[in-house]
């Protein structure tokens, strides 16, 4: 099936087998699939890039990528958030270097072009040596389409691309529950963790959109170990819990919501005044799926994730907290990716409840968290176990598929399409069938 060459689009077609639920490893390991995965995918459709909250003055900016180009997202002058391409306009030397920040403008450090926050270029530093033959309002910094729904910033270089509203479309039901819950939104904690695995960047959003069964297989030692210190039995009412509960899809999302036994207490780790907030912003629907979740993992197709879930470590002395984390999944190689995380709280939340949110997050889902740590070297032993001449022959296997497809949960009050069981893999083998349909260029 391999041409050096590149890859047909019959080719690629066979390469997700939507019939029998299994997948071409090489989606893993083929470099050439890696390159054509940055064109097709990446500035084709709509991207996460940051979250309002980064930037909430006039002059605000932070630097992105949208897959390998260097992007600035920043709040210009009149307030209106732009997503620049950070490339000088005259020999190409990226206009901004820092993280983040605050400016007017940006000044190319190798000749000294200036470019205004909304791109535009103020001046050359030497506009008398052009002698009036150049038209300057050909040299603004490129922009991307940028849309925000819920405080999250989305851009797309596709002029073609459908709204992002449109875009997001029923996903919208989902996000509001995680993103606009309360009558301000959420608000980022501190600067984003970054760290680069060995491993493709498509196992990240696969496993978050979602993978059931790895939780207790892969988290269990550490559930057992760590945080059912004071819970005995919690690991097996975890494993019921992702057994029973729905996995959604809806539009370009696709994700889990697991649901706590009866007997538990509803709105496990959040703080009462919040409560009171979501009960005011959400409707019953909605509420009433998040009122019972212990979990929930979810992906924006290509590479925005984010989980949430109560936590504590120490029932005798931490309270159970709810982490939330978002992060983007950044294609370096098709075998090194680099993840970006932020932890998110609700804004209205206290200072304390904000400091437990912060700690609940830094222990489970960051470089050094928990659950991070456990997922990585399963990650990087799919890769390892995926780039042989021979291991690469063997299918991914997504076949519980095959038995929850075709039997959707009925009566699901929410938009999309939901499955009995986070067991289900429907949901993410949903993640492969977009990314068949963009790298097939039928999207
Ligand atoms: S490359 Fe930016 S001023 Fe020359
Ligand atoms: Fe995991």
Known sequence: ???EQGWQPSEIERLVDAENATASRLIFTDETLFRLELQRIFTRTWLYIGHESEIPNKGDYVTRKMGNDPVILVRDQAGRVRVLLNTCTHRGALVCRADAGNARGFTCPYHGWVFG???ALVATAEDHTYGGKVNFRNLDLRQARVGS???LVFATWNHDAPSLDEHLGDARWYLDIMFNRTPNGMTVLGLPH??????NWKLGPLNFGADGPHAVKVHGPIVDAALAGGMPGALGMIHKALLESPSVTAGPYNGIWTQGPAEMPEWM??????????ERTLNPQQLALFKRCIASVGTVFPNFSWVFGPISFDMQTDPITNFFAIRVWQPLAVNRTEIWNWFLVDQEASDEVKQRAMRAGVRTFTAGGTFDQDDAEAWHAIQRGCEGEISGTVDVNFQVALNYRDRPIADW????VAYPSNYCEV???NNLLQWRAYMTGAR
């Open 1 to 3: 099936m391999r041409i």
């Open 117 to 119: 926050s909304d791109g």
């Open 149 to 151: 729904y819920a405080g």
């Open 194 to 199: 970054r760290w680069t695995p060995t491993n």
């Open 269 to 278: 780790g959040h703080d009462p005044a919040l409560v009171a907030l979501f």
């Open 413 to 416: 009050p929410g938009p999309g």
């Open 427 to 429: 949901t993410e083998f």
